[in-house]
């Protein structure tokens, strides 16, 4: 692993370049997602490569705290990202019925840090602040070989920025958004992204982990009004 060097220098040239990184989600790496939806390359910007080990994008996606997504970045890390698909009951909505009106509810649950134990959490940098991404996508699924794909290059609903408490336990974070995209059709499909902003710097190395991230999105349902009949 990436020894530790500390370098304000690196930080703030890392953070300028990150500031003028461009969308990173597009049409090609989400059907290559939908190819292969359990090892999915283009879902993190890096990896850190180690014999014997698996740092990959399906490590912060197996419910399992002895594996974790590290990115593979010189220094702390600074603007490296990963994406995850949302699941949930919302996937029934479609452009097409107009679905700027719905809200949706997400949650968001990380295990930040690599948490096989106190001493690999304390070892290695955790997340201390990160930039939330979440995309729109409009869905086809064919009945033929191309399967199920995307119909235009994703849309982002939201933007926001968290901080993550310095703990091996799981964090969870809420947020209201509604469908903002003019796509003409398609079923709405989510994802998230998670980009690097600041760490807790590990005493030892300055990999930066995750263990494990999830995200679950819901239809608000809108509370109607009772007709009371007056005497």
Not at 87 to 111: A, V
Not at 205 to 211: A, E, K, N
Request: glycine share 6%; charged share 25%.
């Amino acid at each position: 692993m990436k020894k530790r060097i500390i370098s304000t220098c690196i930080f703030f040239i890392a953070l300028f370049m990150y500031a003028d990184d461009k969308q990173v989600l597009t049409k090609d790496s989400v059907n290559e997602h939908r190819k292969n939806i359990f090892f999915w390359e283009h879902g993190i910007s890096s990896k850190l490569i180690e014999q014997g080990y698996n740092y990959a994008w399906e490590s912060i996606r197996d419910k399992n705290l002895t594996t974790a997504w590290v990115e593979g970045k010189k220094g702390d890390g600074i603007g490296e990202w990963v994406i995850i698909p949302i699941k949930g009951y919302y996937q029934n909505l479609d452009y097409k019925n107009g679905i700027t009106d719905k809200k949706l509810n997400i949650q968001l649950k990380i295990n930040n840090g690599f948490c096989k134990n106190e001493l690999t959490y304390k070892n290695n940098n955790r997340v201390k602040k990160a930039k939330l991404t979440f995309y729109e996508v409009p869905l086809i699924a064919y009945e033929d070989y191309r399967g199920t794909q995307s119909l235009e290059e994703p849309y982002i609903m939201h933007e926001s920025e968290i901080v993550l408490e310095d703990t091996m336990n799981q964090q969870d974070f809420s947020f209201t958004c509604s469908p903002k995209a003019p796509f003409p059709e398609g079923s709405l499909y989510l994802y998230f992204q998670l980009t690097i902003l600041d760490v807790y710097p590990g005493e030892k190395y300055q990999d930066t982990c995750i263990s494990e991230m999830s995200a679950n999105a819901e239809v608000i349902k809108e509370k109607k009004l009772e007709n009371k009949n007056k005497a």
